[in-house]
Nanobody, 125 residues
């Protein structure tokens, strides 16, 4: 249902754009989210995008640096990550919640129904 890509090894201050290609229909009926998990830590919310009307929400640690968006024509959701820091190092997962709620962002990973396979982001100092 979801296929994430775009991770890599970058240096502090660099940018990356993660992509998550979804099966037909997912982007239109689901709330979307990006989560990350660092070694030895729990999976944490990074960014979320509701069903229309579009509403976004970000973890405090990434506000002003990361941006979530979607392209319906390409069935793809993006996570633009700027000014990356070593503490952003993690496996990043995209997720979709088969939502009946409009304009609601879900920050708990337990709410999400579909998950991508994860893509590694490593930021060196």
């Amino acid at each position: 249902q979801l296929q994430a890509s775009g991770g890599g090894l970058v240096q502090t201050g660099d940018s990356l754009r993660l992509s998550c290609t979804a099966s037909e229909g997912i982007l239109g009926r689901c709330a979307l989210g990006w989560f990350r998990q660092a070694p030895g830590k729990e999976r944490e919310f990074v960014a979320g995008l509701s069903r229309r009307p579009d509403k976004t929400e970000y973890a405090d640690s990434v506000k002003g640096r990361f941006s979530i968006s979607r392209d319906y024509a390409k069935n793809t959701v993006y996570l633009q990550m700027n000014n990356l820091k070593p503490e952003d190092t993690a496996v990043y997962y995209c997720a979709a919640e088969d939502s009946l709620s409009f304009g609601v962002v879900f920050t708990s990973y337990t709410r999400y129904d579909y998950w991508g396979q994860g893509t590694q982001v490593t930021v060196s100092s």
